[in-house]
Nanobody
Framework: QVQLVESGGGLVQPGGSLRLSCVVS????????IGWFRQAPGKEREGVSC????????HYADSVKGRFTISRDNAKSTVYLQMNSLKPEDTGVYYC?????????????????????WGKGTLVTVSS
């Protein structure tokens, strides 16, 4: 049984940092494209960043490029999202998702509703 469990969300002031973690079980990270998606209240879900299967190529949404960093620790079966210089518009529920059939990180980021496996999300609130 595949499970993805996110943690690390919380309340942070603008300009602050958070690190999200996604612990996965029931799958091998190298065999899956895996990424982070977010959904703000009243808005559509959007892709934030993904790592492709095997080669580990990375893609970021333009809105987070230069501020967020995604990484993967296969030994710990964990994917991280380091978020720096946070802005109020980064507020939302952040979801971790995985899919074995997506070959590129670029495609993964745009697959905002079609990933095979999803976590339940962790809330990030950026506010003063």
């Amino acid at each position: 049984q595949v499970q993805l469990v996110e943690s690390g969300g919380g309340l942070v002031q603008p300009g602050g940092s958070l690190r999200l973690s996604c612990v996965v079980s029931g799958l091998t990270l190298d065999d899956y494209a895996i990424g982070w998606f977010r959904q703000a209240p009243g808005k559509e879900r959007e892709g934030v960043s993904c790592i492709s299967r095997s080669e580990g190529n990375i893609h970021y949404a333009d809105s987070v490029k230069g501020r967020f960093t995604i990484s993967r620790d296969n030994a710990k079966s964990t994917v991280y999202l380091q978020m720096n210089s946070l802005k109020p518009e980064d507020t939302g529920v952040y979801y971790c998702a995985a899919d074995p059939d997506i070959s590129t990180a670029f495609t993964c980021v745009r697959n905002r509703y079609g990933m095979d496996y999803w976590g339940k999300g962790t809330l990030v609130t950026v506010s003063s």
